[in-house]
């Protein structure tokens, strides 16, 4: 089965940066749409980034736009996000996931998305 397994998590001061990492398992990784999630205490799931199964197109919530950058590696089986200048309000927990369909583009909501990571903890300070 499909097996998603994010990393990369931590403590990171206002301003600095981090990377998140998610390892695909499963045939055919390159064929769908990844996207990351996050959820915040008290808050429900939200988009924050999703990229087409090409990899050509990229879409981000307004809230990360021009700070996050969504990337994969399709040889290797991985899903990237760059955060820079990371805020207090970014503290969350991300999820990677996979598109249900194949061949899809970067969707913004949560309903296109079959499979999910366990997720990974970032915690900004300020």
């Known amino acids: 089965q499909v097996q998603l397994v994010e990393s990369g998590g931590g403590l990171v001061q206002a301003g600095g940066s981090l990377r998140l990492s998610c390892a695909a398992s499963?045939?055919?990784?390159?064929?769908?749409?990844m996207g990351w999630f996050r959820q915040a205490p008290g808050k429900e799931r939200e988009f924050v980034a999703g990229i087409s199964w090409s990899g050509g197109i990229t879409a981000y919530a307004d809230s990360v736009k021009g700070r996050f950058t969504i990337s994969r590696d399709n040889a290797k089986n991985m899903l990237y996000l760059k955060m820079n200048s990371p805020k207090p309000e970014d503290t969350a927990i991300y999820y990677c996931?996979?598109?249900?369909?194949?061949?899809?583009?970067?969707?913004?909501?949560?309903?296109?998305?079959?499979?999910w990571g366990q997720g990974t903890q970032v915690t900004v300070s300020s």
């Open positions: 499963g045939r055919s990784f390159s064929n769908y749409a």
């Open positions: 996931a996979r598109a249900r369909a194949p061949y899809t583009t970067a969707a913004q909501s949560a309903t296109p998305y079959a499979y």
